[in-house]
C-alpha cells in the first residue's frame, strides 16, 4: 500500500518549473531514495509534500487521503515529518529542549505535558546516541551531533512518514556509516517509512529499496539502485552527455 | 531542587505580604511612585508575552492602554457604569482587537510587524480624535471624581493595579512552564523550523498578542480610573512602550522575573535622579539602551543566571563586534 502519493506534481516558480508533473509513490515501510543533480527540484519536491509551498498544480495523497496544500503544522499532525538540508534548530535552547519541541507538538501529542514530553526527548536522544549531550546548548555542539539531534527532534514528533534532507551532507566517512546504520534501524526497528534526499551516493545506494532520480524538475527514473547506477538518462544527466556518448562507445 | 523551589514560593509570598502592608507603612509620594513601578511592570511583563517570548517587536503595544483607557472612560461617562466593570472591558475589547488585527498582521515577520503595531496605534489615535461624539477628541474626557477620601482612593488604586500586576505576573509563570510558552519560545528562536515542528505558529502568536493586550488594556483602564482625565495624546503615547521595551531588555525579555525587575530598576532610577532634569533624562535613557545592547544583551536576569564577572561583560562587547 502505498503511504504517500504524488499525482502529477508541480511547482512552478514564476516561469520555472522547479518540480513538473512528478508522479511518485513510497511503499509503507519502503526507504525511497531521491537524487538529482543540484537544482533538480529535490527539496522544492519535499517542500510542495510539506505544505511548506502551495503546489502549482497536481495532489499528494497521504494514506489515500488528499493532502494538497495542507498547511506544515496539518501535516506533522497527520504523521509526516521532516529534517532540513541546513539544520534548523532552536539556538538558546539545549539539546534536550530541542528534542522535547518535536514530542509537544508532533502527531498525538495534544495531551502530552510537558514532563512527558522531556522523558520521550531523553530516550530518542539516546536512540540517536547523543544522549550525554542532552543538556548542551545548540550552539555547542558539531554539526553531525546537531544533524542526530534534528533526527532525534523528528522522531520524537512519531511520524509514520520521514522526510531526510541531506543528512549525510557535511559528515567524515565515519559519521556517514553511523548515520546510515541509524537510518536502517528506523526503518527496520520503528517501521517508519522513508523518503531520503541524499548526495552520498554510496550510502543512498547502500540504504535505498528504490531510488528516484529527478532532472530539471521531471522524474528520468525509478528503479532499484542496482540498475540506476546503469541507467542513461541517469549517467546523462549526471555526468553530462559526452561522457554518456564516450562510456556508450567503449562499452 | 525541591529545597530550591520551596525557598522561590516563600520567598515570592514574603514579597507579596510586603506589598500588601506597604500601604500602611508609608503613605503619600512613595505610594503613588509604587503604583507607578507596578503599572510599568504590568506593561512590561504585558509586552514580554508578544515581544519576549514570541519575539514579535510590538511597539504599538501603547494601543492597548489606550483601547483600554477609551473603553473605561466612555462606559464610565455616557453609560454610568461601574469602574470595574469599565477596566475588565477594557481588558476584554483590547483582547479582542488584538485577536482581530493579530490574524492579518501576526503574518509579518520582524521589523515589519514592529511597523505595522506602530501604524495601528497611529490609526488608532486618529481615530480617537476624529469621532469625538464618541471620544470627545482631542478636548480628551474627564472622568466621574470618586466619592472615596484621597487617600482611601490612592489605596485602592494601589491593590488594584498590585492584583493586576500579580494576576501577569502569575500568567506569564504559568506560560513560561507550560506548551504555550515553549511553543512561543520555539517561534522566537526559529519559526520555520518551530512550523514544520507542528506549531501552529499564527495561533500560538495571536494567542500571545491577545493576553499581552489583555493586561495592557487592564492597565489602561485603571491608568483613566485613577488619573480621572485621558487624552489620545498621553494614552497613545509611543513612549510608554519604548520605555517598556528598555525595560524588558534590562530585565531580560523572555523570562518572567526580569521584566519585573528592569521595570521597579528603571522607574525608580527615574524617579529619583532623573526626575530632577528633565532634558537629561532622555539622554541617560538612551545611553542605557546602548550599554543594556552592548553588555547586556540578553538583560539584567543573565547576571544571576551565568554570574556575570566584568570580563565576561567585556566578552559580549566582542563577540557583537565581530
Not at chain 2, 481615530?127 to 482631542?138: A, N, P
Amino acid at each position: 500500500m502505498l503511504l504517500i502519493q504524488g499525482k502529477k506534481l508541480s511547482k512552478h516558480f514564476g516561469g520555472l518549473p522547479a518540480v513538473d508533473q512528478v508522479d511518485f509513490g513510497v511503499e509503507r515501510g519502503e526507504i525511497l531514495g531521491l537524487i538529482g543533480p543540484n537544482g533538480a527540484g529535490k527539496t522544492t519536491l519535499v517542500n510542495v509534500i510539506t505544505g511548506v509551498f502551495p503546489a502549482t498544480s497536481g495532489q499528494v495523497f497521504f494514506k489515500g487521503e488528499d493532502i494538497t496544500n495542507l498547511s506544515p503544522p496539518k501535516a506533522v499532525k497527520l504523521g509526516i515529518a521532516r529534517t532540513f538540508q541546513i539544520v534548523q534548530p532552536f539556538p538558546g535552547m539545549t539539546v534536550r529542549e530541542n528534542v522535547a519541541i518535536g514530542a509537544l507538538f508532533g502527531k498525538g501529542s495534544h495531551e502530552k505535558d510537558i514532563k512527558t514530553a522531556f522523558q520521550d526527548a531523553e530516550r530518542w536522544l539516546e536512540f540517536v546516541n547523543l544522549g550525554q549531550y542532552k543538556n548542551a546548548e545548540v550552539n555547542e555542539i558539531n554539526i553531525s551531533h546537531r544533524k542526530r539531534m534534528d533526527l532525534a527532534k523528528t522522531l520524537a514528533m512519531e511520524p509514520e512518514l520521514l522526510m531526510l534532507d541531506e543528512v549525510m551532507a557535511g559528515l567524515n566517512t565515519k559519521d556517514i556509516e553511523e548515520m546510515m546504520a541509524l537510518v536502517q534501524q528506523i526503518n527496520r526497528e520503528l517501521d517508519k517509512t522513508l523518503l531520503v534526499i541524499e548526495h552520498v551516493m554510496k550510502a543512498l545506494m547502500g540504504i535505498s529499496h528504490r531510488v528516484m532520480v529527478l532532472h530539471h524538475g521531471q522524474k528520468i527514473a525509478e528503479e532499484i539502485p542496482e540498475k540506476i547506477v546503469q541507467d542513461e538518462n541517469v549517467i546523462k544527466a549526471y555526468l553530462g552527455e559526452r561522457y554518456a556518448k564516450q562510456r556508450a562507445k567503449t562499452a | 531542587m525541591v529545597q530550591e523551589s520551596k525557598k522561590t514560593i516563600i520567598a515570592f509570598f514574603l514579597i507579596c505580604l510586603g506589598l500588601t502592608l506597604f500601604p500602611f507603612l508609608i503613605g503619600g509620594y512613595w505610594l503613588r511612585v509604587a503604583t507607578g513601578i507596578m503599572m510599568f511592570a504590568t506593561i512590561t511583563l504585558a509586552l514580554n508575552f508578544i515581544a519576549g517570548f514570541a519575539g514579535y517587536a510590538a511597539f504599538g503595544n501603547v494601543v492597548f492602554m489606550g483601547i483600554g483607557a477609551y473603553t473605561t472612560a466612555i462606559l464610565m461617562v455616557k453609560a454610568g457604569i461601574p469602574w470595574w466593570i469599565g477596566i475588565v472591558a477594557g481588558g476584554l475589547l483590547s483582547s479582542l482587537y488584538a485577536v482581530l488585527l493579530g490574524l492579518p498582521i501576526l503574518r509579518l515577520r520582524g521589523h515589519y510587524f514592529a511597523i505595522a503595531t506602530l501604524g495601528v496605534n497611529e490609526a488608532t489615535k486618529q481615530f480617537t480624535l476624529i469621532y469625538r461624539d464618541l471620544t470627545e477628541g482631542g478636548m480628551g474626557i474627564t472622568l466621574p471624581l470618586t466619592s472615596l477620601s484621597i487617600s482611601a482612593f490612592n489605596n485602592l488604586v494601589y491593590f488594584i493595579m498590585f492584583a493586576i500586576l500579580l494576576a501577569c505576573f502569575l500568567t506569564s509563570y504559568v506560560v513560561s512552564k507550560n506548551r504555550v510558552g515553549y511553543a512561543l519560545r520555539a517561534i522566537r528562536a526559529n519559526e520555520d523550523a518551530a512550523q514544520m515542528s507542528g506549531i501552529r505558529t499564527t495561533y500560538y502568536k495571536v494567542l500571545a498578542w491577545a493576553l499581552s493586550a489583555f493586561f495592557t488594556g487592564l492597565v489602561g483602564g485603571l491608568y483613566a480610573y485613577w488619573f480621572t482625565f485621558i487624552e489620545p495624546a498621553n494614552v497613545f503615547d509611543i513612549m510608554i512602550a519604548v520605555k517598556a521595551f528598555v525595560m524588558m531588555l534590562l530585565g531580560g525579555g523572555g523570562t518572567v522575573l526580569g521584566p519585573v525587575l528592569g521595570a521597579a530598576v528603571l522607574e525608580l532610577i527615574s524617579e529619583l535622579v532623573w526626575g530632577e532634569f528633565l532634558r537629561v533624562h532622555m539622554l541617560i535613557f538612551g545611553a542605557i539602551i546602548v550599554l543594556v545592547i552592548l553588555f547586556l544583551p540578553s538583560g539584567m536576569m543573565e547576571l544571576f543566571r551565568k554570574r556575570y564577572s566584568l570580563s565576561a561583560l567585556l566578552s559580549n562587547l566582542k563577540e557583537r563586534s565581530i
